[in-house]
T-cell receptor, first 115, second 112 residues
Framework: EPEVTQTPSHQVTQMGQEVILRCVPI?????FYWYRQILGQKVEFLVS????????KSEIFDDQFSVERPDGSNFTLKIRSTKLEDSAMYFC?????????????FGSGTRLTVV | LAKTTQPISMDSYEGQEVNITCSHNNIATNDYITWYQQFPSQGPRFIIQGYKTKVTNEVASLFIPADRKSSTLSLPRVSLSDTAVYYC?????????????FGSGTRLSIRP
C-alpha cells in the first residue's frame, strides 16, 4: 500500500532556530497538506498545496511558516524561528483529489520538540 | 463545512460490535461522510466514506439514513488494537473544499 513518508520522525531544536520537516507524498497524488497536533489536542489544519502553490492556509500558518515542493517528490514545511509553542506532531498528507475525494493519506508524523 | 457531533468517548470489550454515531444536521447535498482512525502518535488513517445507505469494506461498515443527518460507524468484533480516536468528517468531495477539518473525535477504549 502506498505511503506518505516523513522525516525525521523526531526533531529537537532550540528556540529561535529554523527547522525543515520533510515529506514524500504518494507519487500520483496532486494535493498536499500539513497538519499539526499539539499533545492531547485536536489535529489542526495548517496549509494545503496544489499546482505548486498554496491553495488555503489557516491562521496558525503565519509568516514563520513556509512550504515548498523543491523537486518532483518532496514537500517541505519550514519554520523560520521556532517558538516553544511550535512543539507538536506535524503530519503531512496527500490526496488524489481535492476536498474529501478518495480520502487523505497521512504520514506517521514528525515530533518537533522546541527547547 | 457541516458541523459534526460525536460522543467524546466510548468503552467496549473485545469481540463486541461497536457503533459510533455522528450527528451532522446541516449536511449539504454535495457532502460526503468520511471516518478516520488515529492511534497514539500516528497520523489519522482513512477508514471509510459514504454518501447514503450502507457502505462496507474490510474494516468497517457505515450506515447512513435517508435524511443523512447522522451516520453510524460500525466496527465488527473489536479487538484491543481498535483502541483509537475515531473522527467523523463531513464535506464536499469535490475540489471546492481544499482541506478537511478534524473535530475532537470519539476516544474508543477496548478492554479484554
Amino acid at each position: 500500500e502506498p505511503e506518505v513518508t516523513q522525516t525525521p520522525s523526531h526533531q529537537v531544536t532550540q528556540m529561535g532556530q529554523e527547522v525543515i520537516l520533510r515529506c514524500v507524498p504518494i507519487s500520483n497524488h496532486l494535493y498536499f497538506y500539513w497538519y499539526r497536533q499539539i499533545l492531547g489536542q485536536k489535529v489542526e489544519f495548517l496549509v494545503s498545496f496544489y499546482n505548486n502553490e498554496i491553495s488555503e492556509k489557516s491562521e496558525i500558518f503565519d509568516d514563520q511558516f513556509s512550504v515548498e515542493r523543491p523537486d518532483g517528490s518532496n514537500f517541505t514545511l519550514k519554520i523560520r524561528s521556532t517558538k516553544l509553542e511550535d512543539s507538536a506532531m506535524y503530519f503531512c498528507a496527500s490526496s488524489e483529489g481535492g476536498g474529501q475525494g478518495g480520502g487523505y493519506t497521512f504520514g506517521s508524523g514528525t515530533r518537533l520538540t522546541v527547547v | 463545512l457541516a458541523k459534526t457531533t460525536q460522543p467524546i468517548s466510548m468503552d467496549s470489550y473485545e469481540g463486541q460490535e461497536v457503533n459510533i454515531t455522528c450527528s451532522h444536521n446541516n449536511i449539504a447535498t454535495n457532502d460526503y461522510i468520511t471516518w478516520y482512525q488515529q492511534f497514539p502518535s500516528q497520523g489519522p488513517r482513512f477508514i471509510i466514506q459514504g454518501y447514503k445507505t450502507k457502505v462496507t469494506n474490510e474494516v468497517a461498515s457505515l450506515f447512513i439514513p435517508a435524511d443523512r443527518k447522522s451516520s453510524t460507524l460500525s466496527l465488527p468484533r473489536v479487538s484491543l488494537s481498535d483502541t483509537a480516536v475515531y473522527y467523523c468528517l463531513v464535506g464536499d468531495k469535490g475540489s471546492s473544499a481544499s482541506k478537511i477539518i478534524f473535530g475532537s473525535g470519539t476516544r474508543l477504549s477496548i478492554r479484554p
